[in-house]
């Protein structure tokens, strides 16, 4: 485990930490007047390997030899210029830190960090973080890489879970719950939706389901795979000629066949590495999905009766209602989406490459 330390004075600014992998919704921004809640689980921290914050630069602004050596291959709204590394913890795992409050600049309901670092070490006033909060927006604090430095203090949690011992611990990802939204005259109030973390892991999925399409018709599994990403799929693929096949593939599941093109994958929550197949020589494109997005959909938990507790005999069932679901069609993310699509070398593709452009008339098709 570490701790993370003011570089100006030595002040601990967090609590022991355990590295994770950076959550596939970490930029996401959700819905409009909406709630969302912590990024990071308690006791975790993350790095984004990409720059974060200000300063900006239009895309108008950056060479195209420049953006191509950023890993950018297709036309964004804006760049940042600040330092790449950001470390991402859960805002209640923060110590000795003040909020700045001439930096506390947000977009509607609380603080974005769009003003750069809003909260400074308390004992000696360097600015350290960006505390995350404003509604759409998962909460966060976001340490300024060049203004904190690592220590470790333990090395027992050091080596990270086995595919087996993450399936034995079962955190599935559910793709319902209720979202809190601002707004109501009587305070919050919730709604059922598709899961943000759903949205945002699809949106990255489905850039790279394009990419190794190779411009023909592509089918997914039966099931919840098919509800979310079929659609997309068939709108934005050209129709006829041979189909490529997506397989479910991970710990668990059996070898992939011979004749898979795709595999829709796990990636290791604590190491962000992709699974591959053992032992096995494969030209299948690897599809990233999160681990609990994936566990749901190579393992799906259906609503059943559950034993009642508290006094009921043995064998005895409560009938619970299932869950609501949302009254509309999935749509997978349209922020992870265009995200992923442009680091995608693939994107060059003239096709390909006319999808990101059209993205705002696919959002009004219902697709993002």
Request: charged letters at 20%.
């Amino acid at each position: 485990m570490f701790v993370f330390v003011c570089v100006g004075c030595g002040a601990e600014l967090t609590t022991p930490l355990s590295r994770v992998a950076l959550p596939a919704h970490a930029h996401q921004k959700y819905g409009n007047g909406t709630q969302l809640p912590v990024l990071m689980e308690s006791g975790t921290f993350a790095e984004d390997p990409e720059p974060w914050g200000p300063p900006w630069r239009r895309w108008e602004e950056i060479p195209p030899d420049e953006a191509v050596a950023r890993g950018i291959y297709a036309p964004v709204y804006a760049l940042s210029d600040g330092a790449p590394g950001s470390i991402v913890i859960a805002p209640g795992d923060a110590r000795g830190s003040l909020l700045i409050p001439e930096r506390a600049g947000g977009y509607c309901c609380g603080l974005d960090g769009a003003d750069g670092p809003n909260m400074a070490c308390e004992a000696c006033g360097l600015p350290v973080a960006s505390r995350i909060d404003d509604c759409s927006l998962w909460q966060a604090v976001r340490l300024a890489p060049n203004s904190v430095r690592r220590l470790l203090v333990d090395s027992a949690d050091s080596a990270p879970l086995t595919w087996t011992e993450l399936l034995e611990e079962g955190k599935s990802t559910p793709p319902f719950e209720p979202i809190a939204t601002w707004g109501s005259r009587l305070g919050s109030h919730h709604f059922w939706s598709w899961s943000p973390q759903w949205e945002a892991a699809v949106g990255r999925a489905l850039a790279h389901m394009l990419a190794a399409s190779e411009g023909r018709p592509v089918t997914v599994p039966d099931g919840l795979s098919k509800e979310v990403f079929q659609r997309a799929l068939d709108a934005l693929l050209p129709t006829g000629g041979p189909a490529r096949r997506t397989v479910l593939a991970g710990p668990g599941h059996p070898t992939p066949d011979s004749d898979a093109d795709i595999l829709l994958v796990p990636t290791h929550p604590q190491t962000g590495q992709t699974w591959t197949p053992a032992g096995t020589a494969t030209t299948a494109y690897p599809v990233p999905l999160p681990f609990g997005v994936w566990l749901w959909l190579a393992f799906p938990k259906p609503h059943l009766p559950v034993p009642t507790s508290g006094g009921m005999p043995d064998g005895v069932l409560r009938d619970d209602p299932p869950a609501p679901r949302p009254r509309y069609l999935f749509r997978a993310d349209p922020g992870a989406f265009q995200h992923t699509l442009a680091r995608l070398p693939a994107v060059r593709s003239p096709w390909l490459r006319e999808i990101p452009e059209n993205l705002p008339q696919h959002m009004r098709a219902g697709l993002f």
